[in-house]
C-alpha cells in the first residue's frame, strides 16, 4: 500500500537573479533568463516530515503558472539544496552560492505555460539523495530549487510562489510504500 505526503511550501521562499536582484516577498519567481547572461534561480523550502532512509516510489515538484508565456522553451535544473536542514538564503549571493543535489532533474524542454495550470517536475532521485544524507531527521527543511541550464535570452517562465493570492502555492508531493500500513499527512 502506498502512501503520499502532500507538503505546501512556506513564506520562506525566494528567488534571484544573476544581476543581483535577490526578492523573498514576491507572489512569482522567474525560471530562465530575464535577459543576455541574467539567469535565474529559485529555492522553494518545505518541512518534510518524512524519516531519514525512508525508501520513496515518487516525489514530484508541482507548480502553478503565473503566467502564460511561450517564447521559445527554457533549460532547466530542478533538484534539491544539498543540506540537511538549509536556513533561508538572505541575498542573491548566498542563493547562488547553495549546493544542488547530486542527482537532479534536466529539463530542457519547458514548453509554453499557461496561466493557472499545474506544472510538474518529477525529482525522486533528489529527494531520496536527501532523506540518505547522515544528517537528515523528520521535519527538517528541505529545499527545491529550480536553476536556468541555458535557457536562451529573454526566455522565461514565471511560477506562483506563497505570497501569491490567486493560484496555489508550490507543493512537493512524496509517495512511499507504506508496508500494508496506512499513514496520512499533509500540510493543509
Not at 75 to 102: H, I, M, Q, Y
Request: with cysteine; charged share 15%.
Amino acid at each position: 500500500m502506498s502512501s503520499k505526503f502532500t507538503i505546501y511550501t512556506t513564506a520562506d521562499d525566494c528567488f534571484a537573479l544573476s544581476n543581483g536582484t535577490f526578492n523573498d516577498t514576491s507572489d512569482y519567481g522567474f525560471l530562465g533568463q530575464q535577459s543576455a547572461g541574467v539567469t535565474s534561480k529559485i529555492w522553494i523550502p518545505f518541512i518534510v516530515p518524512a524519516w531519514k532512509g525512508l525508501q520513496i516510489v515518487s516525489a514530484y515538484y508541482k507548480v502553478v503558472a503565473h503566467a502564460s508565456l511561450s517564447a521559445n522553451t527554457v533549460k532547466v535544473k530542478v533538484g534539491c539544496e544539498a543540506a540537511d536542514n538549509p536556513s533561508k538564503p538572505t541575498t542573491k549571493n548566498d542563493l547562488f552560492a547553495r549546493t544542488l543535489t547530486t542527482a537532479y532533474l534536466t529539463n530542457n524542454l519547458v514548453d509554453a505555460w499557461t496561466a493557472g495550470t499545474e506544472y510538474s517536475f518529477d525529482i525522486t532521485t533528489a529527494v531520496q539523495e536527501i532523506l540518505d544524507r547522515a544528517g537528515w531527521a523528520a521535519s527538517n527543511t528541505m529545499a527545491v530549487m529550480v536553476w536556468d541550464n541555458g535557457s536562451s535570452s529573454d526566455v522565461q517562465r514565471a511560477q506562483s510562489m506563497y505570497e501569491h493570492a490567486t493560484y496555489a502555492p508550490p507543493v512537493l508531493e512524496i509517495t512511499y510504500d507504506a508496508g500494508g500500513q496506512v499513514i496520512i499527512w499533509s500540510s493543509e
